[in-house]
């Protein structure tokens, strides 16, 4: 499969080139488009509770295959409804059909988002956050606007979110107990404190995503302190945290 796809992809880069038109070989969906290059930034440092993500090739849309059109049709739909500035989620796509990126220090390719997370068919579709471990869930329905989004919003439910009441930060229903305790312990301290340790334990757990290592019991804990850091994070008041840094 994979010498096809480079096949698949030295063809489609030549037709582009040849015919000039370089511009219909980009996707043109609405969604944020990610590369290797710039999924730490979007997808690992943002501070949505999901990110979803449609992993495609152009020659799987330009094939004729229904779910690869339809898929297209819808995922432009979702982003369109969730939109950029959404406070829970983020829709974004891969170009599974694109060269992997180059690291202009190291002079090695970087690999891509596709191959660290084992892509094998497209469309794939996948939300991402930590609190469902190393490498997200799949999504496995029809490619339509109403189960792609009952889906998400079916995982945004599973998620424990963390608000500001009255007393203090509050642990939503879902939250276990072992959340809720770390939520009260890191909710005492300072924005600088939760700031450090959220990029300690991302720095640990990313780097498990990226050589593919399986969710264990041990990254999955991981992944909910990060969640709640997140929140956290994301919570604390602006003028405080400035003040602090």
């Known amino acids: 499969r994979e010498v096809m796809d480079l096949v698949m992809r030295a063809a489609l880069l030549s037709w582009c ?22 999924w730490v930034e979007e997808v690992e440092n943002n501070d949505k509770l999901i990110t979803y993500v449609e992993f495609s090739a152009p020659w ?12 297209a049709a819808a995922w432009e739909e979702l982003a369109n409804k969730y939109g950029p500035t959404h406070e829970d989620v983020l829709i974004g796509e891969v170009d599974c059909g694109r060269w992997p990126g180059y690291d202009n220090v190291t002079k090695i390719g970087i690999p891509s988002m596709c191959s660290i997370h084992g892509i094998k068919e497209y469309p794939t579709v996948r939300a991402f956050s930590p609190f469902f471990g190393l490498h997200g869930m799949n999504y496995s329905g029809e490619s339509e606007p109403e189960p792609l989004n009952a889906f998400l919003e079916k995982q945004l439910t599973k998620i424990c979110k963390v608000t500001q009441g009255d007393q203090g930060y509050v642990a939503s229903a879902v939250c276990s107990t072992q959340d809720a305790n770390y939520m009260h312990q890191w909710g005492q301290k300072s924005p600088v404190q939760v700031e450090t340790e959220l990029k300690r334990l991302k720095t640990v757990f990313f780097k498990a995503v990226n050589e593919q290592i399986e969710t264990t019991k041990h990254f999955e804990w991981m992944g ?22």
């Open 17 to 38: 080139w040849l015919s000039g038109v370089m511009a219909g070989c980009e996707h043109t969906n609405v969604s944020l488009h990610l590369t290797e290059l710039n």
């Open 60 to 71: 799987c849309r330009w094939s004729g295959t229904h779910s690869c059109d339809d898929m």
């Open 224 to 245: 909910h302190r990060i969640n709640i850091l997140k929140q956290l994070n994301r919570l604390a008041p602006p003028q405080e945290a400035k003040d602090e840094l």
